[in-house]
């Protein structure tokens, strides 16, 4: 009996000591911390407030890391298919991972609608959500370039 007791406290230690070395699977681990080295690149907007966007519809925008520069590409909203091109300046918070910027234009600067938290961030994807209202919502996905037509402002 007692070379039974041994066996199963082996067997248990041995099962114990497995498990302590499994790999965690969480998502989790894998986010990015967000700073402007992360974000710097192309992002496409996917999807607008829980939704796709619409068929024809398009939104892109560069980061530029070392001017902590934007350019934002789209159509949304827009009455025809030129592109609007708007330039600004970002900025980064990263104890609350948030975003917001300001646009240049000829007339005056102005600041975002709002504040993004910016969550679920990887290499390829980052989610943001309006802070002062969490219906508002941004997928985007890193691409490596704008389309051609839209580079050239088709």
Not at 26 to 36: G, K, M, R, T, V
Request: proline share 2%.
């Amino acid at each position: 009996m007692k070379r039974f007791f041994q066996i199963a406290i082996a067997a248990l230690a041995a099962v114990l000591s497995a498990g302590s070395c499994a790999k965690d699977d969480s998502a989790a681990d894998e986010y990015l911390q967000l700073n402007f080295y992360n974000i710097s690149g192309i992002w496409q907007l996917q999807e607008l407030d829980g939704g796709p966007l619409a068929d024809g519809t398009f939104a892109y925008i560069e980061f530029d890391r070392p001017e902590n520069t934007f350019t934002r590409y789209s159509n949304i909203g827009e009455t025809s298919t030129v592109t609007s091109v708007m330039t600004g300046e970002y900025d980064i918070y990263e104890d609350d991972n948030a975003i917001w910027g300001r646009y240049d234009n000829s007339f005056e600067s102005h600041s975002w609608r709002h504040v993004y938290i910016v969550s679920e961030f990887t290499a390829d994807r980052m989610v943001w959500t309006a802070k002062d209202d969490s219906s508002i919502v941004h997928v985007y996905i890193r691409v490596d370039a704008l389309p051609e037509n839209i580079a050239k402002n088709e």
